[in-house]
């Protein structure tokens, strides 16, 4: 479960924690100042839960805090691996990242091992025996990085590689 702490700008108010939109809802349209005035506008903090890297790389804020709760929170972890790719490393916004959500074909390993499977699912069984000692996995994962074929990123203490960057 995700606990999330809404700040607001006034001041004169403390604010609150959340675990969810009915709380939050629930919560924001009671909250009051020191003077009795109705708080308006929030920050939205992660405080607690296993998405803080995605939360904050899909920018949620009071504006979008329904997006949260109802596309993102309960998604797989390889779709959010996915998620975050879109928007915190291609750099998509979020609304456009969430409809695009299963186009990346997201590899769980480093661009070695991507490229070295991909390689061999592909090519390895075209060639003759004699020559497949000399491929060099090293450099073909290179080339594969430096054309946008595939890119390594770090998402939730785990590394992933994009093997379709260029066709998203």
């Known amino acids: 479960m995700t606990t999330l702490h809404a ?23 009671m909250h009051v100042d020191r003077f009795g005035n109705l708080v308006e506008e929030f920050e939205i903090q992660f405080i607690d839960g296993d998405d803080a890297e995605l939360f904050e790389a899909c920018g949620i804020n009071q504006a979008n805090l329904n997006v949260w709760f109802d596309d993102i929170e309960f998604l797989q972890d390889y779709e959010k691996a996915s998620l975050f790719y ?25 661009l070695l091992d991507a490229a070295t499977v991909l390689f061999d699912e592909c090519y390895l069984h075209t060639l003759p025996d004699n020559i497949k000692y000399y491929i060099d996995y090293e450099k073909f ?4 990085e430096l054309g946008g ?6 998402y939730a203490g785990t590394t992933y590689t994009c093997t379709n960057s260029n066709a998203i």
């Open 86 to 110: 879109l928007v915190g490393v291609a750099g998509y916004k979020l609304d456009q990242a969430i409809e695009k959500m299963n186009e990346p074909s997201i590899y769980q390993g480093d």
């Open 149 to 154: 074929d595939m890119c390594e990123f770090e």
């Open 7 to 29: 700040t607001p700008y006034n001041r004169d108010a403390s604010g609150f924690y959340f675990e969810n939109a009915t709380e939050y809802e629930a919560k924001a349209t």
């Open 141 to 144: 994962a290179r080339d594969c």
